[in-house]
């Protein structure tokens, strides 16, 4: 049943993601292009150069924060990422308990033997 579960979140992830990717792809050469906005800005050394950048980064600025629901695509893939590592931890109940060794009866008093011999 954990693993239904595991693969139904996992398929509405991934359509999320797939849905978001174009968003995602946007926002991600925004955020580049506001990067080398900011450094071609810091480079110039003339007021109406600095001017010209501020308005291409305002221009620029405005791209980014209409493609902020790209987020919603980012958080879909760590969704993702975290059902399929969860997917290989899943293990199944086992229908029959296997008595372990600690609650073995036996070898608690061959221990407990053991310890009063010594």
């Known amino acids: 049943m954990k693993k239904f579960m595991l693969f139904i979140g996992g398929l509405v992830a991934l359509l999320i993601l797939l849905a978001n990717l174009g968003p995602m792809v946007i926002l991600g ?3 580049w292009l506001l990067y080398i906005i900011f450094k071609k800005f810091i480079k110039s050394d003339s007021a109406a150069g600095k001017v010209g950048w ?3 980064g305002l221009l620029v600025l405005s791209v980014t ?7 919603v695509g980012l958080a879909a ?3 993702l990422y975290l059902v399929v ?3 290989k931890n899943v293990e199944e109940d086992p229908a029959v ?3 372990s060794e600690d609650n073995d009866p ?3 008093f061959e221990r407990q033997w053991a310890e ?3």
């Open 65 to 71: 924060f209409s493609n902020m629901f790209a987020i």
């Open 97 to 99: 308990d296997v008595v």
């Open 54 to 56: 501020v308005i291409l």
């Open 85 to 87: 590592k969860n997917w």
């Open 106 to 108: 036996f070898t608690n």
């Open 29 to 31: 050469l925004s955020v």
């Open 77 to 79: 893939a760590y969704a």
């Open 116 to 118: 009063i011999n010594q």
